[in-house]
């Protein structure tokens, strides 16, 4: 066991196209709370639900990583580097981390169908 305390968030993706129809949506049709998110707000945006939250995120389907999805869910833990040692020795590989965000401490891995999974610890 890696010691999942819960959910974190689920991030889901839209093309450049769609995106401030995608908020519109989520922020104005479903009244989703919007949530603080780093980075550039054409990019896409954060929002509170409950103890969770969703992120909506730009995925461009263009270039090298077209069929590698920005798709996931992050479950949180308290000890990320027990869930990592955990993980790897049952042979479950830890991917690079191609967005690190400064001050958050997590890895990803895929599970047997190629679903990226996201594992989050507090800071």
């Known amino acids: 066991m890696i010691g999942i305390l819960g959910l974190d968030h ?3 993706t839209v093309a450049r196209e769609l995106m401030e129809a995608a908020k519109r949506f989520y922020g104005e049709v479903l009244g989703l709370e919007p949530a603080p ?3 550039d707000p054409a990019e896409g945006a954060w929002y509170q639900v409950g103890p969770v ?8 389907r263009a ?3 077209a ?8 479950y ?11 993980l790897r020795k049952t042979g479950v590989a830890i991917l690079p981390d ?3 965000i400064p001050g958050v401490r997590r ?3 895929e599970d047997p169908a190629g679903n990226r999974i996201e594992i989050a610890a507090p800071e």
């Open 67 to 74: 069929n590698r999805s920005r798709r996931h869910v992050c």
């Open 98 to 100: 191609r967005r690190p």
């Open 107 to 109: 890895l990803f891995i």
């Open 37 to 39: 998110r780093p980075g």
């Open 76 to 86: 949180r833990v308290r000890d990320l580097a027990a869930a990592e040692e955990r």
């Open 10 to 12: 689920v991030q889901v």
């Open 53 to 60: 939250q969703l992120h909506l995120a730009l995925e461009d």
């Open 63 to 65: 270039g090298p990583e």
